[in-house]
Nanobody, 118 residues
Framework: QVQLVESGGGLVQPGGSLRLSCAAS????????MAWYRQAPGKQRELVAR?????IYADSVKGRFTISRDNAKNTVYLQMNSLKPEDTAVYYC??????????????WGQGTQVTVSS
């Protein structure tokens, strides 16, 4: 079993920055995928950024957001700069993990609210 704990959301003015963190714990052998998704009210959940064999970003966040990982801490980060009101959403951490018992699982964080408003 793997647990994810997200932190770092909040209210920020347009043009501001936030850094989200997602710490994983449990019987983790390795991460196959670490990603951030978001869901705005009335919209479908969408991929924001993902690290696997390569790193990809949604077009809407390229050049503003950076996904990174700290393997020693089993943590993935999302640095968000130049935030816009349209970035307002609940942000979810997602990982695909191989456990120490060779089980592959897909896990989601609880979500953290990001609100960009003046």
């Amino acid at each position: 079993q793997v647990q994810l704990v997200e932190s770092g959301g909040g209210l920020v003015q347009p043009g501001g920055s936030l850094r989200l963190s997602c710490a994983a714990s449990g019987s983790i052998w390795r991460f196959n995928v670490m990603a951030w998704y978001r869901q705005a009210p009335g919209k479908q959940r969408e991929l924001v950024a993902r690290i696997s064999a390569s790193t990809i970003y949604a077009d809407s966040v390229k050049g503003r957001f950076t996904i990174s990982r700290d393997n020693a801490k089993n943590t993935v980060y999302l640095q968000m700069n130049s935030l816009k009101p349209e970035d307002t959403a609940v942000y979810y951490c997602n990982v695909v993990v191989e456990t120490t018992t060779n089980v592959v699982g897909d896990y989601w964080g609880q979500g953290t609210q990001v609100t960009v408003s003046s």
